[in-house]
């Protein structure tokens, strides 16, 4: 069951709860929502299960929204596109008049429409510092269609103004071109630690790519391959959380696969699959085992085997013509993104009070549980999910790139085995906390007597899952969570108010 808390309270107890992991907190708040659908919505994922709060906040999000939270899971700073406020919801130091010009000044304060307009990635080797990568945009001859022309850089410095950050670098401009609107993604170089950012030059086949050390932002790599892409309408684009593969689905330009190499960072065997059901927009997002590729096409979801996509696609929702009833908008399926819980969230493309949610990415077909409208977000949020990359991909031990690859998987394999349980002890629900990891882990819980209660495969990358023990008898349980070779086992109590 999702919680909700007292907005009054929420920082305070994100700040001070510690359930004994502290490593995967980057991505764990979620910040949509706009003042006049009812406030902000922080969909927090550092507790052991998802928490809903909404607190009227100074900033709008409008399909644009990155956030960077530190290892704790306490929010640093956020940005719509337009400014960028710190962890007091104030205007960071020098955060006012992003991407400047007469789209920003019309639309700062709603927030950018914009999907993926903007991507947060850390310095690297430098934990304290952030390259924040956002576009700025004209408007057409027709006066309301936007063209991105340039992909700006501004530099954030946490250790700056009492640790509320201020931007030390603003609207640097690394790339002038007819851009995607949107559609920003990035993914780790396959040492470890560095980064490549990927983006498109419109109604063309060409990519930039650029590289990210810790000697700074090298000069773009480019590429011509596969179909021209045109971008009809908002779309997205992902890498799988392996990061073996870019995607991106755009409704006049279908879907394109591509193999990445993380190493070189060269695009390979284009495969370009037809969708062509009248959307108008939609969204994209793999499963955490990076086996599926999910595409939401406004009145549709498809699901596709990455192997072999060309002859899997299969169509898991069809819109149910659900909507909000307060105003009555109809939430059909836009953008998607993977969570640290495993699932993954669909936003509607209105602005309604609900979220889709597939609850198990990793499963064919039906069985990846896809609910629509299954999440009530309390206030309403428009278009919006979060732009995040896979920040907890590590080094690829199969690569080239061994040199510093081996100095960070050997520090990564000293790192401790944390696991945490919560409440203890439990009635309904038992909540798990663990650090991400890249491979498939299993839950079991045993009773006093050692026989095996239930199993459970937890994803790839993920940092919590529930439990549902409301049906087990009141006593003292063992839960194992197991890596491999490598386990670790906490004991709960089961309590029945009726006992």
Same mark, same amino acid.
């Given at each position: 069951?999702?919680?909700?808390l007292?907005?009054?309270l929420?920082?305070?107890?994100?700040?001070y709860?510690n359930?004994?992991?502290?490593?995967?907190?980057?991505s764990?708040?979620?910040?949509?929502?706009?003042? +006049? +659908?009812?406030g902000?919505?922080?969909?927090?994922?550092? !507790?052991?299960?998802?928490?809903?709060?909404?607190?009227?906040?100074?900033?709008n999000?409008?399909?644009?929204?990155?956030?960077?939270?530190?290892?704790h899971?306490?929010?640093?700073?956020?940005?719509?596109?337009?400014?960028?406020?710190?962890?007091?919801?104030?205007?960071?130091?020098?955060?006012?008049?992003?991407?400047?010009? $007469?789209?920003?000044?019309?639309?700062s304060?709603?927030?950018?429409?914009?999907?993926?307009?903007?991507?947060i990635? %850390? /310095?690297?080797?430098d934990s304290s510092?952030?390259?924040?990568?956002?576009?700025?945009?004209?408007?057409?001859?027709?006066?309301?269609v936007?063209? %991105?022309?340039?992909?700006?850089?501004t530099n @954030?410095?946490?250790?700056?103004?009492n640790?509320?950050?201020?931007?030390?670098?603003?609207?640097? =401009?690394?790339? #002038?071109?007819?851009?995607?609107? +949107?559609?920003?993604?990035?993914?780790? !170089?396959?040492?470890?630690?560095?980064?490549?950012?990927?983006?498109?030059?419109?109604?063309?086949?060409?990519?930039?790519? /650029?590289?990210?050390?810790s000697?700074?932002?090298?000069? $773009?790599?480019?590429q011509?391959?596969?179909?021209?892409?045109?971008?009809?309408?908002p779309?997205?684009?992902?890498?799988? %959380? &392996?990061?073996?593969? *870019?995607?991106?689905?755009?409704?006049? &330009? &279908?879907?394109?696969?591509?193999?990445?190499?993380?190493?070189?960072?060269?695009?390979?065997?284009? @495969?370009?699959?037809?969708?062509?059901? +009248?959307?108008?927009?939609?969204?994209?997002?793999?499963?955490?085992?990076?086996?599926f =590729?999910?595409?939401?096409?406004?009145n549709?979801?498809y699901?596709?085997?990455?192997?072999?996509p060309?002859t #899997?696609?299969?169509?898991?929702?069809?819109?149910?013509?659900?909507?909000?009833?307060?105003? %009555?908008?109809?939430?059909?399926?836009y953008?998607?993104?993977?969570?640290?819980?495993?699932?993954i969230?669909?936003?509607?493309?209105n602005?309604?009070? *609900?979220?889709? @949610?597939?609850? !198990? $990415?990793?499963?064919?077909?039906?069985?990846?549980?896809?609910v629509?409208?299954?999440l009530?977000? @309390?206030?309403?949020?428009? /278009?919006?999910?979060?732009?995040?990359?896979?920040? /907890?991909?590590?080094?690829?031990?199969?690569?080239?790139?061994?040199?510093l690859?081996?100095?960070?998987?050997?520090?990564?394999?000293?790192?401790?085995?944390?696991?945490?349980?919560?409440?203890?002890?439990?009635?309904?629900?038992?909540?798990?906390?663990?650090?991400?990891? #890249?491979?498939?882990?299993?839950?079991?819980?045993?009773?006093?007597?050692?026989?095996?209660?239930?199993?459970?495969?937890?994803?790839?990358?993920s940092?919590?899952?529930?439990?549902?023990?409301?049906?087990?008898?009141?006593?003292? *349980?063992?839960?194992?969570?197991?890596?491999?070779s490598?386990?670790?086992?906490?004991?709960?109590?089961?309590?029945? =108010?009726?006992?």
């Open positions: 069951m999702t919680k909700f007292n907005p009054f929420f920082l305070v107890i994100v700040f709860l359930f004994g992991v502290k490593a995967q907190g980057i764990n708040n979620w910040i949509l929502g706009y003042y +006049g +659908g009812g902000n919505i922080i969909m927090n994922f550092t !507790h052991d299960s998802l928490i809903l709060d909404t607190s009227i906040w100074k900033m999000f409008l399909d644009l929204s990155s956030s960077i939270s530190n290892s899971g306490i929010i640093q700073f956020y940005t719509n596109g337009g400014w960028i406020a710190n962890a007091n919801t104030d205007t960071m130091l020098n955060g006012s008049n992003l991407a400047p010009g $007469p789209y920003s000044s019309q639309w304060h709603d927030g950018f429409r914009i999907p993926q307009g903007a991507i990635i %850390p /310095f690297p080797g510092k952030f390259y924040l990568f956002h576009e700025t945009v004209t408007f057409d001859s027709s006066g309301f936007v063209v %991105p022309l340039q992909l700006l850089q @954030i410095d946490m250790t700056l103004d640790g509320l950050g201020a931007v030390t670098v603003k609207n640097n =401009i690394i790339l #002038s071109d007819s851009l995607f609107l +949107g559609g920003l993604t990035a993914c780790k !170089h396959a040492n470890g630690r560095d980064w490549w950012l990927v983006t498109n030059r419109t109604h063309s086949n060409l990519f930039y790519k /650029f590289l990210i050390t000697q700074g932002i090298q000069l $773009p790599d480019t011509s391959i596969g179909s021209y892409l045109n971008e009809g309408g779309g997205q684009s992902c890498f799988s %959380p &392996d990061g073996k593969k *870019y995607a991106r689905y755009m409704p006049d &330009d &279908d879907l394109n696969i591509y193999d990445f190499d993380r190493c070189s960072g060269i695009l390979s065997n284009p @495969i370009h699959i037809p969708i062509n059901d +009248g959307a108008y927009s939609g969204g994209i997002a793999f499963s955490a085992n990076s086996k =590729i999910y595409v939401s096409s406004f549709y979801v699901q596709f085997d990455a192997a072999n060309t #899997s696609k299969d169509t898991i929702a069809i819109f149910d013509g659900f909507s909000d009833p307060n105003p %009555p908008f109809l939430t059909y399926f953008q998607a993104q993977l969570a640290p819980n495993g699932k969230y669909i936003s509607a493309a602005g309604v009070h *609900y979220m889709h @949610i597939i609850n !198990h $990415p990793d499963s064919t077909g039906s069985a990846c549980d896809l629509q409208h299954g009530f977000v @309390i206030a309403n949020n428009a /278009f919006t999910v979060p732009n995040y990359p896979n920040y /907890f991909l590590g080094a690829d031990s199969g690569s080239v790139c061994d040199t690859q081996l100095s960070i998987k050997q520090s990564a394999s000293l790192a401790p085995f944390k696991f945490s349980c919560f409440p203890n002890p439990a009635e309904d629900d038992l909540n798990l906390s663990f650090e991400p990891r #890249s491979k498939v882990r299993v839950i079991e819980i045993f009773d006093i007597y050692g026989q095996l209660i239930l199993k459970q495969n937890i994803s790839p990358w940092q919590m899952c529930r439990i549902d023990v409301s049906k087990l008898k009141s006593g003292v *349980y063992l839960c194992k969570l197991s890596e491999g490598n386990s670790k086992s906490i004991k709960f109590i089961k309590t029945n =108010i009726s006992d």
